[in-house]
């Protein structure tokens, strides 16, 4: 086999793969006991999805698609940091106001 | 076009062992007992198999602009990842999610003091 079609069998398994541990990442954001742990399996969601796009752009020959998963990494680090952030406002305000929520 | 060869086959297996790594983390995510080792797997694993996939992706390009564009978001996923994962699990423990049974040290418990 030549090293284009290497390639493109690649790119099948890696779809394959990347769907099953999709799954699982969807498994844990329907289960998560808590908001954070369905925060942390979005976030995974969106590191997944980057790499999704990578093997699309592969498969296709497109490399346009590189700048729609950057453009999906900076989305997902700015949502978990918002998503982090209302975690930590969410709480309710101590007694005595000790404590700052930064 | 021998080199390209070379170049589709390493990509082939960047892009195997990227797959590989979002497996981990997805299984790790999902049999972990709690949260913070849950986030342990899925910012540290996934970190790596989004990057392979781009390395994948730029080299199979065999463009320099395009590898370039790769690189910049290897660059990006590498400094974001941690600084989210530090985030949540601040704000994770600050708002009283507790780790699990096996965790000793706690650095952050409110209930003891602070030394800083």
Avoid: W
């Avoid at chain 2, 060869?5 to 797959?19: E, K, M, N, R």
Wanted: glycine share 8%; hydrophobic share 60%.
């Amino acid at each position: 086999m030549s090293g284009a079609e290497v390639l493109l069998h690649a790119t099948t398994v890696s779809l394959v793969v990347l769907t099953v541990a999709m799954a699982l990442a969807v498994v844990r954001l329907v289960r998560g006991p808590s908001l954070a742990d369905r925060i942390l399996a979005l976030d995974l969601i969106t590191t997944l999805a980057i790499g999704y796009i990578a093997t699309f752009a592969i498969r296709t020959g497109f490399a346009l698609y590189l700048d729609i998963a950057i453009a999906i990494g900076l989305v997902g680090f700015l949502s978990t940091v918002a998503f982090a952030r209302y975690l930590l406002s969410r709480r309710l305000p101590p007694a005595g106001g000790a404590e700052e929520s930064r | 076009m021998i080199l390209a060869g070379i170049v589709y086959y390493i990509a082939a297996i960047l892009l195997l062992a990227g797959c590989l790594f979002a497996l981990l983390a997805a299984v790790g995510i999902v049999r972990l007992p709690d949260l913070y080792t849950r986030m342990h797997a899925a910012s540290k694993a996934g970190a790596v198999a989004a990057g392979m996939a781009l390395l994948a992706a730029g080299l199979a390009s065999l463009d320099v602009a395009v590898a370039l564009r790769a690189i910049l978001g290897i660059l990006f996923i590498l400094l974001t990842t941690p600084i989210s994962a530090h985030l949540l699990a601040r704000a994770a423990l600050l708002a009283g999610i507790r780790p699990g049974a096996e965790t000793r040290v706690n650095d952050l418990d409110a209930n003891e003091p602070r030394q800083d």
